[in-house]
């Protein structure tokens, strides 16, 4: 794979894969939504601030002596509200990521049982594989998910694949070097 982020040669396609794409807002609104379904750190962010309400809720009526209509009206408001809170969170986060990478402008991404090399209007990068721990896979999206030292999201959207064969490549490559969620 050729690191200075140059054209890749016909050599390389059988080995490599290679993605033009422009982030978006939406994409890791829908990365963050599938890390919090199958991820138990991604399910704990979720379930924190409800959990946290109903426990509160619970731990004040008890010591108030509240009537029961009145613990169980605050115990659905305060869960609903922690609830709605948290997917405004996760909304928040998902712009304030897209906002980071906003400047690279159009990406070009290629990817090998090495690393992946990406470059941008405005910036590049490469990683090894062994940045991210695991993936998961969304009907729109590829999502690697940082190691135990790493705490990254990397969003590759599908539907810039120069060639939709190179989405079964990329799969292929991810599942032979990182855990699939």
Known sequence: MDTRGADSTDADRGTAVEF???????DFEEALRARARRTPAGRAQVLMAPLAAAIGVIVFAAFLDAPLPVWIISLVLSVGIASWGTVRGLRTMARRMFGMVQSYGQCRMVADDRGAVTTGERASFSMDWTVFREYLETPGLFVLLGGDR????????KRDAQDPADVDLLRAILDRNLKRL
């Open 20 to 26: 033009v794409y422009r982030l978006t807002a939406a």
């Open 150 to 157: 790493a705490a990254g999201v990397a969003v590759l959207p």
